[in-house]
Structure formats: structure tokens, C-alpha cells
């Protein structure tokens, strides 16, 4: 499987925000999300899933964005 990266929205005070999904070899996935500060250091936080997890992030999201369209 293939690791995907994406880049957020732009934050004030925040140079760049990018948030990853990984996959490890034990079936489990890790999201990474990474912010670079100016002059503080950067803040990154890594999360593990399992692939029901993974699967329920999935669902939500997709209910959130079809909430926005109906708007």
C-alpha cells in the first residue's frame, strides 16, 4: 500500500500544515499530522487505527461533506 500526504488549509501563524495516512505491516494505519511553526518548534502527532478505525474516520467524513452540500 502506498503512504498519502495532503496539505491543509493555511492557518495564521502556521507556515504548513500536512497530514498523512500510512499503513504498517501489522494491518494497522497511522495517521501523521505535522505543522510547521515559525519560530516555535514544529508540532507533529502520529495516531494509530485499526482498519475499523480507519473505516469509521472514513464514514464520518463522508457524512460531514454530504451535511456541506446539502446546506
Known amino acids: 500500500m502506498s503512504q ?16 498523512g495516512i500510512q499503513p504498517n505491516s501489522d494491518g494497522t494505519f497511522t495517521f501523521i499530522m505535522n505543522q510547521k511553526y515559525p519560530r516555535k518548534k514544529d508540532k507533529v502527532i502520529q495516531m494509530r ?5 480507519l473505516s469509521a474516520i472514513t464514514g464520518i467524513l463522508r457524512l460531514l461533506e454530504s451535511r456541506e452540500v446539502n446546506k
Do not use: V
Not at 4 to 19: C, L, P, Q, V
Open 49 to 53: 487505527f485499526t482498519k475499523n478505525g
Open 4 to 19: 498519502f500526504e495532503y496539505e491543509a488549509m493555511s492557518e495564521k501563524g502556521i507556515i504548513e500544515s500536512t497530514f
